[in-house]
């Protein structure tokens, strides 16, 4: 029967039942009588009071329907909310939408989505305008009012605040107060890097560090005897760590690069002097080990001027110090060419406000928990401040200085170990104080989700790019094919799919397959909409398997393919389900046989034994790898052709039958075949697994 005439038909049927309901009503005695209306539901009703006249036809109207809703008028929608215009009759719709928005959508009233519901399985009573309504039912509340649907675009992630934190503007000159330079010491490995910080500090730090090379970034402070501070860090001078080193960089002031007087200029110090130019960080050249008889520090310089580092000397501005940092030689003159270049600098810092710093290094402590390394460039760092870096985030708990001890107050230039992370910031992160740590979760959010999305966006792209690669390949392989049917090109087993689009997509990445010769691959039938019994006889009849992507089976579907034996596979996200589709095709791939060599022997003379009225050749062997076990398999290799496989009939140490002959083991052995040995074969003992193969098919996923 035509749907449109089904329709009207149910409509006159509910139309006629009501009519008989307001007639009995209309035709009832009321006068001073107490009385039930009839229940049109299986709710109990309230009773009512009625006073001695005949209701308006309006009461009589709204109590013959009040078991499905109480119907909002048009005049009462229109001032609520006007309706939306639609365009070409396609409605946007989206998850968890609710009566009210639906109709908006629509443009239609509020009575038009509760009449489309008269014909599904929901209570009415239960429905209210700011009821959320499933997807389903949306899809099918659009469909029977004629219209089209599209998922909208997510536009409430697109139009998410930005919650980021970021520095503060430059702050007043008349605020700025003097902060120590804080001075990176770069050059090649062995260079003497922390042999030099060591003597400058007083500590034994090269003597405790992992085979006399740095392992880590630190930073230090040196006291001098004028009173002035000195900030260092310590950056890795190895290629392994040239990336830390980079990071080292970027907060500092002044860059020591030393450089061996009998090595002269190395690889890494080439990498140290172009991180420090890049950076905009004036060099201070601190040639080392001056002590030893071979050192040639003018040789250094000269080298250094090919790389436009040029030395006071020479009528550059690169001071340059000769020093042992073994012997404490020069030490002083090389703190002293620091401070001089610092007040040129003139470095100055605010140290009020919110702080601003950067993390040097990241550890996690047994019983502190993720512990950072920070110099601190602006603000005064103290006890409970918030902190944000990446995406993470602190209350300041502790803070302490390079010896370890507690402080109350970190302020710019300072190194200080900051206690209270929730998760360990990377080094080179930037740190930023915010008001509270509601305020660093929000920052750490958007940072999360910044990423995610930018992640998503690279993710597409190269979704994209495959698509269209495998599109421009379909349309070519449709042409050749065009003459053939389904069944007789490649591809599923079975596939369904919501909409024409997915279908599409899929058939796209199925068509890329290329392994027919490993396993056949065939598409029985595809199409829209939820699994039915059809499908199932449909994959009976061909030993198929069916793919479903963002559709359902109902239990008695999904009964009826585990009786048949019926595999059902469904999934929401295509790669998600072309991985399923890849481990199918393995599981019927023929498994492989992969020999293992268990241990080699070499044939160094032969001879035989008669057994009954039988020569069996035996062959005298030398174990040179690994060992023979009768139990295995072996094969017989002369020439580098195989010529035999098959067991040992014996195996013998001297004149005793043994199970294994182990590495360097002289032994005596026969073949389960009558073969003559010759002097330089192989015998090789080897066991056979079952591997199981996997397709080669890459659908660029």
Known sequence: MNQGLLLRFENLVQLRGAC????????????????????????????????????????????ALSQCRHLA????????????????????????????????????????????????????????????????????????????????????????????????????PAVLTPRPPVVTILGHVDHGKTTLLDSLRKTQVAAMEAGGITQHIGAFIVHMPSGEKITFLDTPGHAAF???????????????LVVAAEDGVMQQTIESIQHAKNAGVPLILAINKCDKPEADPERVKKELLAHDVVC????????????????????????EATVALAEMLELKADATGLVE?????????????PL?????????????????????????????????????????????????????????????????????????????????????????????????????????????????TWRQRKAVLYKASDVDGSVEAILNILDSYDCEDECKLDIVYFGMGDISENDINLAEAFNGVIFGFSVKANESIKKLADKKGIKIKLHNIIYKLIEDLKDELNSRLPPTLVETTVGEASVLDTFSVTVGKNKIPVAGCRVHKG??????????????DVIWKGCLSSLKHHKDDVQVIKTGMDCGLSLDKNLEFSIGDEIICYEEKEVQKTTSWDPGF
């Open 372 to 484: 950072t390394t920070a110099i601190i460039q602006r603000g005064t760092l103290r006890k409970g401040c918030v902190l944000v870096a990446g995406k993470t985030w602190a209350k300041v708990r502790f803070l302490f200085d390079e010896n370890g001890k507690a402080v109350d107050a970190a302020s710019p230039g300072t190194p200080v170990e900051i206690m209270g992370w929730k998760e360990s910031p990377s080094a080179g992160d930037e740190i930023l104080e915010v008001e509270s740590e509601q305020r660093a979760q929000e920052v750490v959010a958007w940072r999360t989700y910044v990423e995610q999305q930018e992640r998503m966006k690279k993710d597409l792209e190269v979704i994209e790019a495959k698509q269209k690669e495998h599109r421009v390949e379909y349309e070519k392989q449709q042409q050749k094919l065009a003459h053939l």
């Open 242 to 256: 040239s990336a830390m080193r980079a990071r080292g960089t970027n907060v500092t002031d002044i860059v020591i």
């Open 357 to 369: 710093g950067t993390v040097i290094e990241s550890r996690k402590d047994k019983g502190k928990g």
């Open 20 to 63: 008989q309901q307001l007639r009995a009503l209309s035709s009832r005695k009321v006068c001073g009588a107490r009385w039930k209306p009839v229940e049109l539901s299986t709710r109990p009703m309230c009773s009512l009071h009625l006073h001695p006249q005949l209701w308006p036809k309006h009461r009589l109207i709204s109590a």
């Open 73 to 172: 008028t048009k005049e009462e929608t229109k001032k609520k909310k006007k309706k939306i215009p639609l365009t070409k009759g396609e409605v946007e719709i989206r998850q968890k939408m609710t009566v009210e928005e639906l109709a908006q959508a629509m443009g239609k009233d509020i009575d038009h989505i509760y009449e489309v519901l008269l014909y599904t399985n929901i209570n009415l009573d239960s429905v209210e305008p700011d009821s959320i309504l499933s997807e389903d039912h949306i899809k099918m509340i659009v469909q029977k009012s004629g219209m089209k649907y599209k998922s909208a675009k997510l536009k409430e992630e697109k139009e998410r605040k930005n919650t980021d934190a970021v520095k503060r503007p430059p702050a007043d």
């Open 627 to 640: 060992l023979l076990d009768r139990k295995m398999k072996f094969k017989l290799i002369r020439n580098r």
């Open 312 to 335: 006071e000397e020479f009528g550059g501005d690169v001071q340059a110090v000769n020093i042992s940092a073994l012997k404490g030689e020069n030490l002083m003159v090389l703190a």
